[in-house]
């Protein structure tokens, strides 16, 4: 039992730090396996910021290193699918990143600190320091790497994850999901599956997402989430004549949900949105078009003209290839007057 | 005792090389001539007459790896320093009472030693084939207590013990630690005593989370605490164990274990670094940052009782946290906590370490109290 004399705010319950679910357990939110990562402290940079970063004086990691953690910051960049911060080298950097023995502490084989919204620090363990398991190898100081090797790539991309706020990933227990997030308790080395992953996981971006939000509201949501949408139908009319046109729009969001983060009641664009109807007092439905998206963002539109009284609604269907919950939106009617001038063609389900 | 070349005298000259002003956090090359003390006369003993003894250690590189290290050491108020040059795969551990304990290793050996600061000699105190990967000396000076790993398959042999003046062969103390999944690999294992000295903190870190046995060297009775929440320790005094969160970096938690019961307080949920002294009662507190950067600091009991602020540093001076963090230590001084350029002992010299009343906040030169 864990007894606090911190105020922990709902929104950091989602995601307070693995650290405090594994082992302190009642009292905070548990993170579980495949889910988001946790999140790592209360601050977050503003979005899209740049953090702009130099090798520590008189601690310059090897060029090697440089050219590996560069290339960690450009990973971070081209796939943080969300408005998470983007680091940048810089000579002129405030937030310094060094090599050698820094003060991480018992920490293996890299370490960070993170001041947000103003900057981070970081550390990287020298090649060929001695733990009690052996000697640290770093795959990037050899032409071959050798097996058993850490990749600097990888470990600093980590370190970024950990720098925007995200926490160590709670992995199934048989590590199954191990490639699922980058930020990772334990590192591993070659030839290991995920020991050279550079690209965030999804569910590194699931909470970068939840942090900092996606990019636009037709950006696809991190298939590591499991966020649920409303739909709603409206109707420019709730009567027409016999033929008359009548306009269905449909708004599509994220539910608003503190679990959500910057998430919460995004209007979500770009996504396959039907209109059914059936005939009043039946069940089945019929698709009658796929809905236009149209502004205001995350609004979709149908116009139609209607022969007969009919029951409508909207249905977003869950996607296979993202994070969102389909949703179904209440039935809404419109009735139909009576033909009055002939010829009244019958009705063809309109 | 015989004088090994590792132990030849060097001339007072080279003694004082004033390497504070040349070390950076970590050395590129070996640009100074490495002091190596002479042979002291007599037993090993501690307790010397130079008070505030200090140390740093850091790595020196070649092509970027590492090739062997930097031991800086010397006195507060002394401007001079000496610096000595171990292998790769060395330690340095104390101060203890005006003496350093350092560790090397060649490949085939490690040798201990126990270094004079004041004297500016060493004794040889054992070699052995085992590697010896860190070492601390018994609060009463009597005893050397050494972790060992197997030289070819470095699995873990456990804590020995040996007498300090050389009477007794190396015993076994404490066994290996079992191998636990949750916290993987032992990475570094840290050897620390409680405040009161009666408890041995063996600290056992995989590559984030460590497990801590608590060890009454005279009794033998080990207690284990055994939580992959929990990482570095910060500290420990008779009923509590107080450590950072399993984090990678920081602000991390801090959390207070209950060894009575084993409950967990958090005492802040993104502490910076973080260290135990004395309040104005004489009871354990911690002093820690509150954040990553230094620039809020809070004391608070290890019960979580009577939490209030401690000004920052107004030259930006970082707490100094313990010599697992900081690769280096000065002589403790009940009350005093100690702040340095970046966290660590002084570095370029254009920043002096200063310690910190933690009663009433008062700043001084680590001088100043050392005398």
Same mark, same amino acid.
């Given at each position: 039992m864990i007894s606090t004399n911190m105020h922990v705010r709902r929104a950091a319950s989602l995601l307070l730090m693995a650290a405090l679910t /594994?082992?302190?357990?009642? $009292?905070t939110t548990t993170i579980s396996a495949h889910s988001p990562d946790p999140v790592l402290g209360a601050e977050v940079f503003a979005q899209d910021a740049r953090l702009l970063y130099d090798w520590r004086s008189g601690a310059t990691p090897p060029a090697a290193f440089r050219t590996a953690i560069n290339a960690a910051a450009d990973d971070i960049k081209a796939t943080r699918a969300s408005r998470a911060a983007v680091f940048l080298h810089d000579v002129n950097g405030s937030s310094p990143i060094g090599y050698g023995t820094g003060t991480c502490g018992v920490n293996g084989i890299a370490c960070f600190t993170r001041n947000a919204p103003t900057g981070f620090t970081m550390w990287f363990r020298e090649q060929g320091r001695v733990y009690d398991w052996g000697t640290l190898k770093w795959c990037q100081m050899y032409s071959t790497a050798p097996n058993g090797c850490y990749d600097v790539e990888t470990v600093a991309l980590d370190e970024f994850g950990h720098v925007e706020g995200l926490g160590h990933h709670v992995n199934f227990a048989d590590d199954s999901?191990? +490639?699922?997030? /980058? /930020?990772?308790t334990y590192s591993r080395t070659k030839p290991r599956d995920g020991y050279d992953m550079h690209v965030l996981g999804v569910c590194d971006v699931a909470t970068l997402q939840m942090r900092y939000d996606i990019p636009l509201a037709s950006s696809p949501y991190s298939t590591c989430l499991d966020v649920a949408t409303v739909l709603t139908l409206s109707r420019s009319s709730s009567s027409v004549a016999y033929g008359g046109s009548v306009t269905f729009t449909a708004l599509l969001k994220v539910v608003s949900d503190t679990d959500y983060g910057r998430l919460s009641g995004n209007a979500v664009s770009g996504r396959s949105v039907r209109l059914q109807r059936r005939p009043p007092g039946t069940t089945t439905w019929t698709t009658v078009a796929t809905m236009t998206p149209t502004s205001p963002t995350g609004s979709y539109v149908y116009s139609m003209r209607l022969y007969s009284s009919a029951e409508f609604r909207a249905v977003f269907s869950t996607p296979t290839t993202e994070g969102l919950r389909g949703d179904v939106s209440s039935v809404t009617s419109v009735s139909v007057g009576s033909c009055s001038t002939a010829p009244c063609p019958l009705s063809t389900g309109q | 005792m015989v004088e090994s070349r590792w132990f030849r005298r060097a001339g007072p000259a080279v003694a004082a090389v004033g390497a504070v002003a040349l070390l950076a956090s970590t050395t590129f090359g070996a640009p100074e001539r490495a002091w190596e003390p002479a042979p002291c006369s007599g037993v090993a003993r501690i307790g010397g007459s130079t008070p505030g003894t200090w140390y740093r250690i850091d790595p020196i590189l070649g092509a970027g790896a590492r090739t062997g290290q930097r031991l800086v050491m010397g006195a507060a108020g002394d401007q001079a320093t000496r610096a000595m040059a171990l292998g790769a795969e060395s330690f340095a551990a104390g101060p203890f009472g005006g003496t350093i304990l350092v560790g090397t290793d060649d490949g085939s050996r490690s040798r201990l030693s126990l270094v004079d600061v004041g004297l500016a000699c060493a004794w040889r105190l054992d070699a052995s084939t085992? /590697?010896?990967?860190t070492a601390t000396i018994t609060p009463d000076g009597t005893t050397v207590l050494e972790h060992r790993v197997d030289r070819r398959t470095r699995a873990d042999l456990g804590v020995w013990q040996r007498a300090l003046d050389g009477s007794t062969s190396p015993t076994r103390l404490l066994a290996p630690i079992p191998a636990d999944d949750r916290f993987g690999p032992t990475w570094l294992t840290h050897l620390a005593w409680s405040e009161d000295g009666r408890s041995l903190a063996v600290q056992s870190c995989g590559e984030v989370a460590c497990r801590v046995r608590i060890l009454d060297p005279r009794g033998g009775a080990v207690r284990l605490v055994a939580d992959p929440s929990l990482g570095d320790l910060v500290g420990l005094n008779g009923d509590r164990l107080v450590a950072h969160g399993a984090c990678r970096g920081l602000p991390c938690p801090l959390i207070s274990v209950d060894l009575g019961d084993d409950s967990m307080l958090l005492l802040d949920h993104a502490a910076g670094q973080a260290v135990l002294s004395r309040d104005e009662l004489g009871r354990s507190v911690v002093v820690h940052e509150v954040g990553a950067g230094g620039d809020a600091l809070r004391i608070v009991g290890l019960d979580g009782r009577d939490p209030h602020d401690l000004a920052a540093d107004p030259d930006g001076r970082r707490l100094v946290a313990g010599a697992a963090r900081s690769a280096g230590a000065t002589e403790p001084v009940r009350g005093w906590v100690l702040f340095g350029p970046? $966290?660590?002992?002084? +570095?370029?010299?254009s920043v002096r370490p200063v310690l910190r009343h933690v009663p009433d906040g008062r700043a001084v030169p680590l001088s100043e109290v050392s005398r």
């Open positions: /594994v082992g302190l357990g009642a $009292g999901d191990y +490639t699922d997030a /980058v /930020v990772q | 085992d /590697v010896v990967r970046d $966290g660590r002992l002084p +570095t370029d010299g």
